[in-house]
């Protein structure tokens, strides 16, 4: 756990890709984050079946990023990057899509 | 340059989301998955170009993953994700899209 303050882990970091196909898969999303993963999410499914819930959802999982020092970020219109601390999106002057 | 050899490292690691709408596109790629990036690349626009051209660019791609010993995976149908050595993607027994 020591090396949770200094944002350096001799562990590989882990990116994983995700479905958010209900509102009850946040729970585990959150719990990867914690786990210092990177979580790819897809959320076309949920967006499908229930844009309220899935505009919940995003903000429900925005507020989290934001709470532990993370980061959150849309990947085209499926998808939504989400992650840890010590990883940063890179925004820069191009590109972004 | 000393953090390189025990795969930890103060400094955040960066994700960066890239267009790949050309073969000399693939340079920079590398580049920032030398610089410890992780990218994940959009290649319709590629693949609406040239599909035997993206081929051999995804080719390329994987090959030099694996010689740096970074991970490469598909993402759906538009995306792919590189990583450098020390970021994995997570391969697990569910929800692999």
């Known amino acids: 756990m020591a090396d949770r303050s200094t ?12 479905t958010l196909r209900d509102v009850t898969d946040i729970a ?15 959320v076309t499914p949920l967006a499908q079946k229930d844009v309220e819930e899935l505009r919940k959802a995003i903000e ?3 507020s989290y990023a934001q709470s532990i020092g993370g980061d959150i970020a849309r ?5 939504i990057v989400l992650t840890p601390p010590d990883v940063k999106i ?8």
Chains 1, 2 share one sequence.
């Open 75 to 79: 990947l085209g219109e499926e998808r």
């Open 28 to 42: 585990g999303v959150k719990e990867d984050i914690k786990k210092h993963m990177i979580v790819i999410l897809r």
């Open 7 to 18: 944002q350096a882990h001799k562990a590989p970091v882990y990116l994983k890709a995700l």
């Open 60 to 62: 429900e999982l925005y």
């Open 90 to 97: 890179w925004r820069g002057a191009y590109d972004l899509k």
